[in-house]
Protein backbone atom coordinates (compact mmCIF):
# COMPACT_ATOMS: atom_id res chain seq x y z
CA UNK A 1 0.00 0.00 0.00
CA UNK A 2 0.88 3.75 -1.07
CA UNK A 3 1.33 6.28 1.60
CA UNK A 4 -1.03 9.01 0.74
CA UNK A 5 -0.97 12.39 2.70
CA UNK A 6 -3.54 14.75 2.24
CA UNK A 7 -5.15 17.72 4.23
CA UNK A 8 -8.50 17.82 3.59
CA UNK A 9 -10.09 21.89 3.16
CA UNK A 10 -10.69 23.15 6.68
CA UNK A 11 -8.57 20.52 8.54
CA UNK A 12 -6.05 21.43 11.07
CA UNK A 13 -4.17 19.55 12.01
CA UNK A 14 -3.30 17.21 8.95
CA UNK A 15 -4.70 13.90 8.81
CA UNK A 16 -1.40 12.26 8.64
CA UNK A 17 1.74 13.94 10.83
CA UNK A 18 5.35 13.93 9.16
CA UNK A 19 6.89 11.05 10.35
CA UNK A 20 9.99 11.09 12.84
CA UNK A 21 13.51 11.77 11.80
CA UNK A 22 15.14 8.25 11.39
CA UNK A 23 17.06 6.85 14.57
CA UNK A 24 21.09 7.68 15.03
CA UNK A 25 21.51 4.30 14.83
CA UNK A 26 19.43 3.14 11.73
CA UNK A 27 20.56 6.50 9.36
CA UNK A 28 24.22 5.81 10.34
CA UNK A 29 23.44 1.65 8.67
CA UNK A 30 21.58 3.46 6.12
CA UNK A 31 24.60 5.81 4.76
CA UNK A 32 26.78 3.03 5.36
CA UNK A 33 25.05 1.09 2.87
CA UNK A 34 24.92 4.54 0.08
CA UNK A 35 28.47 4.07 0.67
CA UNK A 36 28.93 0.25 0.09
CA UNK A 37 27.17 1.17 -3.51
CA UNK A 38 29.84 4.12 -4.39
CA UNK A 39 26.95 6.22 -6.47
CA UNK A 40 27.21 9.06 -5.11
CA UNK A 41 28.81 11.95 -7.71
CA UNK A 42 29.23 9.29 -10.16
CA UNK A 43 28.81 11.26 -14.14
CA UNK A 44 25.52 11.16 -15.73
CA UNK A 45 24.49 6.63 -16.59
CA UNK A 46 22.41 6.09 -19.41
CA UNK A 47 20.56 3.37 -17.31
CA UNK A 48 19.11 5.87 -14.69
CA UNK A 49 18.31 8.36 -17.33
CA UNK A 50 16.25 5.71 -19.13
CA UNK A 51 14.65 4.54 -15.76
CA UNK A 52 13.39 8.73 -15.13
CA UNK A 53 12.29 9.30 -18.75
CA UNK A 54 10.38 5.83 -18.24
CA UNK A 55 8.48 7.16 -15.58
CA UNK A 56 7.68 10.49 -17.18
CA UNK A 57 6.47 8.74 -20.04
CA UNK A 58 4.18 6.41 -18.01
CA UNK A 59 2.99 8.71 -15.42
CA UNK A 60 2.56 11.51 -18.57
CA UNK A 61 4.18 14.32 -15.89
CA UNK A 62 7.04 16.52 -16.83
CA UNK A 63 9.66 15.14 -14.38
CA UNK A 64 10.94 12.61 -13.21
CA UNK A 65 14.19 12.00 -10.88
CA UNK A 66 16.56 9.27 -9.69
CA UNK A 67 17.54 10.23 -6.25
CA UNK A 68 19.94 9.04 -3.24
CA UNK A 69 19.34 10.75 -0.14
CA UNK A 70 22.98 11.77 1.40
CA UNK A 71 23.13 12.65 4.93
CA UNK A 72 22.79 16.68 4.35
CA UNK A 73 21.82 16.39 0.54
CA UNK A 74 19.33 15.05 -2.18
CA UNK A 75 21.79 13.91 -4.74
CA UNK A 76 19.93 13.39 -8.20
CA UNK A 77 21.46 10.01 -9.90
CA UNK A 78 19.09 11.00 -13.13
CA UNK A 79 16.43 13.88 -14.02
CA UNK A 80 14.27 14.22 -16.95
CA UNK A 81 12.72 17.61 -17.14
CA UNK A 82 15.00 18.77 -14.44
CA UNK A 83 18.23 20.00 -16.66
CA UNK A 84 20.95 21.35 -14.51
CA UNK A 85 19.81 20.04 -11.12
CA UNK A 86 22.26 18.42 -9.27
CA UNK A 87 21.15 18.35 -5.88
CA UNK A 88 19.34 19.97 -3.26
CA UNK A 89 19.07 20.27 0.54
CA UNK A 90 17.72 17.52 2.31
CA UNK A 91 15.69 19.78 4.63
CA UNK A 92 12.60 20.14 3.88
CA UNK A 93 12.46 17.11 1.52
CA UNK A 94 10.19 15.72 -0.10
CA UNK A 95 13.02 12.40 -0.80
CA UNK A 96 13.90 13.29 2.39
CA UNK A 97 10.30 12.14 3.84
CA UNK A 98 9.48 9.53 0.87
CA UNK A 99 12.78 7.39 2.10
CA UNK A 100 11.67 6.68 5.30
CA UNK A 101 9.25 4.22 4.79
CA UNK A 102 8.75 0.83 2.78
CA UNK A 103 6.10 1.76 0.84
CA UNK A 104 5.33 4.23 -1.95
CA UNK A 105 4.36 7.81 -1.32
CA UNK A 106 1.81 9.65 -2.65
CA UNK A 107 0.72 13.25 -2.46
CA UNK A 108 -1.73 14.20 -4.28
CA UNK A 109 -1.35 17.96 -3.95
CA UNK A 110 1.70 19.52 -1.90
CA UNK A 111 0.24 22.88 -0.95
CA UNK A 112 -2.03 21.11 1.40
CA UNK A 113 0.79 19.15 2.72
CA UNK A 114 2.80 20.39 6.06
CA UNK A 115 6.02 19.19 5.14
CA UNK A 116 6.01 19.25 0.97
CA UNK A 117 4.59 22.92 0.98
CA UNK A 118 7.47 24.64 1.48
CA UNK A 119 10.08 22.47 -0.49
CA UNK A 120 12.06 24.49 -3.17
CA UNK A 121 10.35 22.44 -6.04
CA UNK A 122 6.95 23.72 -4.64
CA UNK A 123 7.09 27.14 -3.01
CA UNK A 124 9.99 28.11 -6.06
CA UNK A 125 9.51 29.12 -9.70
CA UNK A 126 8.61 25.43 -10.47
CA UNK A 127 5.54 24.90 -8.61
CA UNK A 128 5.52 21.29 -8.20
CA UNK A 129 1.48 20.77 -7.05
CA UNK A 130 1.96 16.69 -7.08
CA UNK A 131 4.49 14.22 -5.84
CA UNK A 132 4.82 10.66 -5.49
CA UNK A 133 7.86 8.05 -4.99
CA UNK A 134 8.79 4.90 -4.34
CA UNK A 135 12.25 3.73 -2.50
CA UNK A 136 15.62 2.30 -3.84
CA UNK A 137 15.43 -1.07 -1.27
CA UNK A 138 18.21 -2.67 -1.23
CA UNK A 139 18.19 -6.94 -1.06
CA UNK A 140 19.22 -6.54 2.74
CA UNK A 141 16.49 -3.82 3.72
CA UNK A 142 18.35 -0.35 3.20
CA UNK A 143 16.46 2.30 1.62
CA UNK A 144 19.06 4.24 -0.51
CA UNK A 145 16.90 6.78 -2.92
CA UNK A 146 13.72 7.54 -4.48
CA UNK A 147 12.69 7.15 -7.79
CA UNK A 148 9.76 10.05 -8.10
CA UNK A 149 7.48 11.39 -10.31
CA UNK A 150 6.36 15.34 -9.97
CA UNK A 151 3.69 17.50 -11.88
CA UNK A 152 2.46 21.15 -11.69
CA UNK A 153 -1.35 19.83 -10.98
CA UNK A 154 -2.63 18.20 -8.23
CA UNK A 155 -3.81 14.76 -9.47
CA UNK A 156 -4.45 10.87 -8.06
CA UNK A 157 -2.65 8.16 -9.05
CA UNK A 158 -4.35 4.36 -8.85
CA UNK A 159 -2.72 1.41 -6.03
CA UNK A 160 -1.46 0.04 -9.68
CA UNK A 161 0.00 3.20 -10.53
CA UNK A 162 1.88 2.90 -7.12
CA UNK A 163 2.99 -0.70 -7.42
CA UNK A 164 4.70 0.75 -11.53
CA UNK A 165 6.52 3.16 -9.41
CA UNK A 166 7.84 0.44 -6.86
CA UNK A 167 8.72 -1.30 -9.72
CA UNK A 168 10.99 1.36 -11.56
CA UNK A 169 12.90 1.83 -7.97
CA UNK A 170 13.49 -2.07 -8.21
CA UNK A 171 15.25 -1.42 -11.97
CA UNK A 172 17.13 0.85 -10.36
CA UNK A 173 18.55 -1.58 -7.28
CA UNK A 174 19.17 -4.15 -9.74
CA UNK A 175 21.49 -1.83 -11.82
CA UNK A 176 23.73 -0.93 -8.54
CA UNK A 177 23.72 -4.73 -7.69
CA UNK A 178 24.77 -5.18 -11.61
CA UNK A 179 27.27 -2.22 -11.08
CA UNK A 180 28.73 -3.69 -7.96
CA UNK A 181 28.95 -7.40 -8.84
CA UNK A 182 31.02 -6.21 -11.97
CA UNK A 183 33.18 -3.87 -9.39
CA UNK A 184 33.86 -7.05 -7.26
CA UNK A 185 34.49 -9.53 -10.06
CA UNK A 186 37.47 -6.60 -11.35
CA UNK A 187 38.97 -6.44 -7.81
CA UNK A 188 38.99 -10.03 -7.36
CA UNK A 189 40.87 -10.81 -11.22
CA UNK A 190 43.49 -7.76 -10.10
CA UNK A 191 44.16 -9.90 -6.85
CA UNK A 192 44.77 -12.96 -8.59
CA UNK A 193 46.83 -11.60 -10.96
CA UNK A 194 48.95 -9.18 -8.81
CA UNK A 195 49.54 -12.40 -6.63
CA UNK A 196 50.48 -14.34 -9.69
CA UNK A 197 52.97 -11.67 -10.94
CA UNK A 198 54.32 -11.61 -7.42
CA UNK A 199 55.09 -15.00 -6.50
CA UNK A 200 57.04 -15.13 -10.85
CA UNK A 201 59.04 -11.97 -10.22
CA UNK A 202 59.47 -11.81 -6.01
CA UNK A 203 59.67 -8.22 -6.46
CA UNK A 204 56.55 -6.61 -7.47
CA UNK A 205 55.02 -5.98 -3.97
CA UNK A 206 51.76 -3.15 -2.93
CA UNK A 207 50.92 -2.50 -6.72
CA UNK A 208 48.46 0.65 -6.44
CA UNK A 209 44.56 -1.07 -5.78
CA UNK A 210 41.79 -0.14 -8.45
CA UNK A 211 40.78 3.10 -8.29
CA UNK A 212 37.73 5.01 -9.83
CA UNK A 213 35.52 2.43 -11.33
CA UNK A 214 32.53 4.26 -11.01
CA UNK A 215 33.94 5.99 -14.08
CA UNK A 216 33.64 3.14 -16.14
CA UNK A 217 30.64 1.99 -15.25
CA UNK A 218 28.84 4.67 -16.81
CA UNK A 219 27.11 3.60 -19.39
CA UNK A 220 24.46 0.78 -20.13
CA UNK A 221 23.61 -0.96 -23.55
CA UNK A 222 25.60 1.85 -25.84
CA UNK A 223 26.97 5.53 -24.93
CA UNK A 224 25.24 8.08 -26.00
CA UNK A 225 27.99 10.03 -27.51
CA UNK A 226 31.73 8.73 -28.74
CA UNK A 227 34.67 10.17 -27.41
CA UNK A 228 37.05 12.91 -29.47
CA UNK A 229 39.97 10.33 -30.10
CA UNK A 230 42.96 12.60 -31.37
CA UNK A 231 43.41 11.28 -34.61
CA UNK A 232 41.16 9.37 -35.39
CA UNK A 233 37.19 9.56 -36.80
CA UNK A 234 34.58 7.73 -35.07
CA UNK A 235 31.25 6.83 -36.28
CA UNK A 236 28.79 4.54 -34.82
CA UNK A 237 25.27 3.33 -35.57
CA UNK A 238 22.66 1.02 -33.35
CA UNK A 239 18.88 0.08 -33.85
CA UNK A 240 17.21 -2.89 -32.34
CA UNK A 241 14.85 -5.06 -34.54
CA UNK A 242 11.26 -4.05 -32.76
CA UNK A 243 10.53 -1.28 -30.60
CA UNK A 244 9.07 -3.48 -28.11
CA UNK A 245 12.13 -5.53 -27.46
CA UNK A 246 15.69 -4.73 -26.03
CA UNK A 247 18.36 -6.01 -27.89
CA UNK A 248 21.55 -7.56 -26.57
CA UNK A 249 24.22 -5.55 -29.12
CA UNK A 250 26.87 -3.29 -27.42
CA UNK A 251 29.72 -1.31 -28.17
CA UNK A 252 31.94 1.54 -26.22
CA UNK A 253 35.02 3.57 -26.91
CA UNK A 254 37.12 4.86 -24.08
CA UNK A 255 40.94 5.85 -22.54
CA UNK A 256 42.81 3.38 -20.51
CA UNK A 257 46.83 4.73 -19.99
CA UNK A 258 49.43 6.08 -21.67
CA UNK A 259 47.31 7.94 -24.81
CA UNK A 260 45.76 4.58 -25.85
CA UNK A 261 42.32 3.88 -25.94
CA UNK A 262 40.13 1.03 -26.09
CA UNK A 263 36.84 -0.28 -28.07
CA UNK A 264 34.55 -2.53 -27.92
CA UNK A 265 31.54 -4.30 -30.18
CA UNK A 266 29.47 -7.50 -29.17
CA UNK A 267 26.50 -9.19 -29.14
CA UNK A 268 24.54 -11.06 -26.23
CA UNK A 269 22.52 -13.67 -26.78
CA UNK A 270 19.09 -14.05 -26.89
CA UNK A 271 16.77 -10.44 -26.50
CA UNK A 272 14.59 -8.72 -23.81
CA UNK A 273 15.34 -7.30 -20.54
CA UNK A 274 17.47 -10.65 -18.94
CA UNK A 275 19.77 -10.17 -21.97
CA UNK A 276 20.25 -6.25 -21.36
CA UNK A 277 21.18 -7.45 -18.00
CA UNK A 278 23.88 -9.45 -19.32
CA UNK A 279 24.33 -6.72 -21.63
CA UNK A 280 24.55 -4.10 -18.98
CA UNK A 281 27.13 -6.35 -16.71
CA UNK A 282 29.54 -7.06 -20.09
CA UNK A 283 29.90 -3.14 -20.56
CA UNK A 284 30.76 -2.33 -16.93
CA UNK A 285 33.44 -5.46 -16.78
CA UNK A 286 35.24 -5.08 -20.17
CA UNK A 287 35.45 -1.14 -19.22
CA UNK A 288 36.73 -2.21 -15.83
CA UNK A 289 39.06 -4.97 -16.59
CA UNK A 290 40.51 -2.61 -19.17
CA UNK A 291 42.05 -0.17 -16.27
CA UNK A 292 43.71 -3.54 -15.11
CA UNK A 293 45.04 -4.60 -17.70
CA UNK A 294 44.54 -2.89 -21.23
CA UNK A 295 45.29 -6.25 -23.09
CA UNK A 296 42.63 -7.28 -25.24
CA UNK A 297 43.04 -11.08 -24.53
CA UNK A 298 42.93 -10.19 -20.84
CA UNK A 299 40.04 -8.37 -20.75
CA UNK A 300 38.01 -10.88 -22.59
CA UNK A 301 39.08 -13.97 -20.15
CA UNK A 302 37.75 -11.35 -17.15
CA UNK A 303 34.31 -11.35 -19.21
CA UNK A 304 34.12 -14.77 -18.86
CA UNK A 305 35.02 -15.25 -15.50
CA UNK A 306 32.48 -12.56 -14.53
CA UNK A 307 29.86 -14.52 -17.12
CA UNK A 308 30.27 -17.99 -15.42
CA UNK A 309 30.19 -16.82 -11.83
CA UNK A 310 26.80 -14.62 -12.35
CA UNK A 311 24.52 -16.96 -11.48
CA UNK A 312 21.61 -14.91 -12.85
CA UNK A 313 23.40 -14.76 -16.04
CA UNK A 314 21.99 -18.57 -16.38
CA UNK A 315 23.15 -20.15 -19.77
CA UNK A 316 23.66 -16.95 -21.73
CA UNK A 317 26.91 -15.83 -23.57
CA UNK A 318 27.97 -13.32 -25.65
CA UNK A 319 30.47 -12.67 -28.83
CA UNK A 320 32.55 -10.11 -28.44
CA UNK A 321 35.60 -8.28 -30.38
CA UNK A 322 38.00 -6.07 -28.18
CA UNK A 323 40.48 -3.87 -29.63
CA UNK A 324 43.11 -1.50 -28.62
CA UNK A 325 44.25 1.56 -30.30
CA UNK A 326 47.99 2.74 -29.37
CA UNK A 327 48.94 6.01 -31.62
CA UNK A 328 51.88 4.85 -33.87
CA UNK A 329 54.99 7.24 -34.26
CA UNK A 330 54.93 7.72 -38.24
CA UNK A 331 50.83 8.30 -38.12
CA UNK A 332 47.79 6.43 -37.55
CA UNK A 333 47.52 3.39 -34.68
CA UNK A 334 48.80 -0.02 -33.86
CA UNK A 335 45.37 -1.69 -33.71
CA UNK A 336 45.37 -4.91 -31.43
CA UNK A 337 42.09 -6.96 -32.05
CA UNK A 338 41.51 -9.56 -29.69
CA UNK A 339 37.87 -11.87 -30.38
CA UNK A 340 35.63 -13.89 -28.64
CA UNK A 341 33.41 -16.10 -31.33
CA UNK A 342 32.33 -13.15 -33.04
CA UNK A 343 32.44 -11.85 -37.00
CA UNK A 344 35.66 -10.84 -38.34
CA UNK A 345 36.45 -6.76 -38.67
CA UNK A 346 37.09 -5.57 -42.16
CA UNK A 347 40.16 -3.30 -42.65
CA UNK A 348 39.94 -1.08 -45.70
CA UNK A 349 42.93 0.44 -47.55
CA UNK A 350 43.40 2.76 -50.47
CA UNK A 351 44.91 0.95 -53.24
CA UNK A 352 47.47 2.52 -55.96
CA UNK A 353 44.58 2.71 -58.47
CA UNK A 354 41.87 4.42 -56.66
CA UNK A 355 39.99 1.73 -55.08
CA UNK A 356 39.49 0.06 -52.01
CA UNK A 357 41.16 -3.09 -50.89
CA UNK A 358 39.52 -4.97 -48.25
CA UNK A 359 40.59 -7.45 -45.77
CA UNK A 360 38.97 -9.59 -43.09
CA UNK A 361 40.62 -9.32 -39.76
CA UNK A 362 40.28 -12.80 -38.13
CA UNK A 363 42.22 -14.09 -35.43
CA UNK A 364 41.70 -18.03 -34.91
CA UNK A 365 40.94 -19.76 -32.18
CA UNK A 366 38.71 -17.29 -30.28
CA UNK A 367 35.67 -18.48 -28.25
CA UNK A 368 32.44 -18.04 -27.44
CA UNK A 369 32.27 -15.25 -24.24
CA UNK A 370 30.49 -16.96 -20.86
CA UNK A 371 30.47 -20.46 -22.48
CA UNK A 372 33.25 -22.43 -21.38
CA UNK A 373 35.00 -22.28 -18.57
CA UNK A 374 38.62 -22.73 -20.12
CA UNK A 375 37.86 -20.68 -23.12
CA UNK A 376 40.80 -19.23 -25.56
CA UNK A 377 40.81 -16.13 -27.11
CA UNK A 378 43.19 -15.07 -29.56
CA UNK A 379 44.86 -11.60 -31.20
CA UNK A 380 45.75 -9.78 -34.03
CA UNK A 381 47.34 -6.75 -34.81
CA UNK A 382 47.25 -4.69 -37.51
CA UNK A 383 48.21 -0.58 -38.88
CA UNK A 384 45.72 1.85 -39.22
CA UNK A 385 47.36 4.28 -41.70
CA UNK A 386 45.96 7.76 -43.01
CA UNK A 387 43.01 6.83 -45.27
CA UNK A 388 42.32 3.61 -43.81
CA UNK A 389 39.22 2.16 -42.01
CA UNK A 390 38.17 -0.58 -39.85
CA UNK A 391 34.50 -1.59 -39.37
CA UNK A 392 33.17 -3.53 -36.73
CA UNK A 393 29.68 -5.01 -36.30
CA UNK A 394 26.90 -7.26 -35.31
CA UNK A 395 25.75 -10.29 -37.49
CA UNK A 396 22.72 -8.27 -38.13
CA UNK A 397 24.24 -6.99 -40.84
CA UNK A 398 25.43 -9.99 -42.41
CA UNK A 399 22.45 -12.15 -41.58
CA UNK A 400 20.38 -9.37 -43.63
CA UNK A 401 18.24 -10.73 -46.24
CA UNK A 402 18.13 -9.20 -49.46
CA UNK A 403 15.53 -8.31 -52.40
CA UNK A 404 16.40 -12.35 -53.16
CA UNK A 405 15.71 -13.49 -49.80
CA UNK A 406 19.25 -14.36 -49.74
CA UNK A 407 21.61 -13.06 -46.77
CA UNK A 408 23.82 -10.53 -47.07
CA UNK A 409 26.81 -12.91 -45.93
CA UNK A 410 30.53 -11.84 -45.80
CA UNK A 411 30.72 -11.90 -50.00
CA UNK A 412 27.88 -9.70 -50.07
CA UNK A 413 29.82 -7.28 -47.49
CA UNK A 414 32.89 -7.83 -48.71
CA UNK A 415 31.39 -6.33 -52.53
CA UNK A 416 29.78 -3.32 -50.82
CA UNK A 417 33.02 -2.25 -49.11
CA UNK A 418 35.02 -3.01 -52.07
CA UNK A 419 33.24 -0.41 -53.55
CA UNK A 420 33.77 2.75 -50.97
CA UNK A 421 35.69 5.64 -52.57
CA UNK A 422 39.12 6.13 -51.17
CA UNK A 423 39.84 7.21 -48.87
CA UNK A 424 38.07 5.71 -46.53
CA UNK A 425 36.27 7.91 -43.86
CA UNK A 426 34.44 6.65 -40.82
CA UNK A 427 31.51 9.02 -40.81
CA UNK A 428 30.95 8.40 -44.90
CA UNK A 429 31.34 4.23 -44.09
CA UNK A 430 28.72 4.59 -41.62
CA UNK A 431 26.06 6.24 -43.68
CA UNK A 432 26.91 3.91 -46.58
CA UNK A 433 26.26 0.85 -44.45
CA UNK A 434 23.48 2.15 -43.00
CA UNK A 435 21.90 2.93 -46.34
CA UNK A 436 22.54 -0.36 -47.44
CA UNK A 437 20.45 -1.65 -44.68
CA UNK A 438 17.80 0.88 -45.79
CA UNK A 439 17.60 -1.11 -49.42
CA UNK A 440 16.86 -4.32 -47.77
CA UNK A 441 13.80 -5.82 -47.34
CA UNK A 442 13.02 -5.12 -43.56
CA UNK A 443 12.01 -8.82 -43.11
CA UNK A 444 13.29 -11.00 -39.83
CA UNK A 445 15.77 -8.04 -39.49
CA UNK A 446 18.00 -9.00 -36.52
CA UNK A 447 19.38 -6.25 -34.04
CA UNK A 448 22.63 -4.23 -35.94
CA UNK A 449 25.29 -2.45 -34.38
CA UNK A 450 27.84 -0.69 -36.25
CA UNK A 451 31.10 1.05 -35.58
CA UNK A 452 33.66 2.28 -37.55
CA UNK A 453 37.11 4.23 -37.08
CA UNK A 454 39.66 5.93 -39.69
CA UNK A 455 42.33 8.04 -39.95
CA UNK A 456 41.89 11.05 -41.89
CA UNK A 457 44.35 12.07 -44.45
CA UNK A 458 46.59 15.37 -43.73
CA UNK A 459 44.70 17.54 -46.40
CA UNK A 460 41.32 16.16 -44.78
CA UNK A 461 39.68 18.01 -42.25
CA UNK A 462 39.90 17.41 -38.55
CA UNK A 463 39.14 14.03 -37.53
CA UNK A 464 36.12 13.94 -35.20
CA UNK A 465 33.17 11.77 -34.29
CA UNK A 466 30.06 11.32 -36.27
CA UNK A 467 26.92 9.71 -34.45
CA UNK A 468 24.55 8.15 -37.90
CA UNK A 469 20.74 7.22 -36.84
CA UNK A 470 21.89 6.31 -33.25
CA UNK A 471 18.84 4.76 -31.94
CA UNK A 472 17.74 2.47 -29.08
CA UNK A 473 14.76 0.85 -31.33
CA UNK A 474 13.52 0.28 -34.33
CA UNK A 475 11.55 3.80 -34.98
CA UNK A 476 8.25 3.59 -37.08
CA UNK A 477 8.26 3.10 -41.01
CA UNK A 478 6.94 7.11 -41.08
CA UNK A 479 9.35 8.18 -38.48
CA UNK A 480 12.74 9.92 -38.92
CA UNK A 481 15.78 7.28 -39.06
CA UNK A 482 17.59 9.02 -36.46
CA UNK A 483 20.27 12.01 -36.06
CA UNK A 484 23.37 13.19 -37.10
CA UNK A 485 26.48 14.81 -34.76
CA UNK A 486 29.41 16.20 -35.96
CA UNK A 487 32.16 17.15 -33.48
CA UNK A 488 35.15 18.71 -34.76
Known sequence: MSETRVMPEQASPPAIAPQEPLAASAEAARMAAVRRYDILDTPPDGAYDRVAALAARLFQVPVATVTIVDEDRIWFKATHGLEGVTEIGRDPGLCASAVLTDDPTVIPDTLLDPVACSNPLVAGPMGVRFYAAAPIITADGYRLGTVNVLDTRPREISEADSATLADLAAVVRDQLELRLSALHVVRAEQEKRQAEEEARQRAERDKAAIAAFASTLQRTLVPPTLPAVPGLELACHYKTASPQEVGGDFYDVFPVDGGRWAFFLGDVCGKG?????????????????????????????????????????????????????????????????????????????????????????????????????????????????????????????????TTDGHMLADTGLTDFLARRPAPVGAGRLIDDTVALLDTLPNTERDDVALLALSVPTPDAAPAGITTTAHSAAAPAADAPVGQENRRP
Open 273 to 401: AEAASVTSLTRYTLRAAALVDADPTAALKALNTALLLDAAVGTRFCTAIFGLLDPAPDGGFTVTLATGGHPPAYHLSPTEDGGVRVEAVRAKGGMLVGAFAEAAFASRTLHLAPGQGLLLYTDGLTEAR
